[in-house]
């Protein structure tokens, strides 16, 4: 029912800008935090970036000043917006929904490359 679909990775040079969406497909409850998380080759799943439906955010070290996630909750969209790209920021990214409450489901996209290198 609740497809998240991630889109907009790619090869990009160091310094360099990209944008990241995740359209949910279907209705998503409010109270549903989006955001992102990603994994380098041969590396665990890490953190990078939360967004409540008010816009509260929530940011990895890693990334705080370089990247800026929002979201569309009229689209049910969340975006990040990446600045200042590094080489350690090459990974798989996906897009998350996660409800602050057990019993209703986590939602995960299937991940969208991003690949930082000269």
């Known amino acids: 029912q609740v497809q998240p679909v991630a889109s907009g990775g790619g090869l990009v040079q160091p310094g360099g800008s990209l944008r990241l969406s995740c359209a949910a497909s279907g209705s998503i409850s409010s109270i549903y935090i989006m955001g992102w998380y990603r994994q380098g080759p041969g590396k665990q799943r890490e953190f990078v970036a939360t967004?409540?439906?008010?816009?509260?955010?929530n940011y990895a070290d890693s990334v705080k000043g370089r990247f800026a996630i929002s979201r569309d909750n009229a689209k049910n969209t969340v975006y990040l917006q990446m600045n200042s790209l590094k080489p350690e920021d090459t990974a798989v990214y996906y897009c998350n929904l996660h409800s602050p409450i057990v019993t209703l489901p986590d939602y995960w996209g299937q991940g969208t490359q991003v690949t930082v290198s000269s």
């Open positions: 967004v409540s439906s008010t816009g509260s955010t």
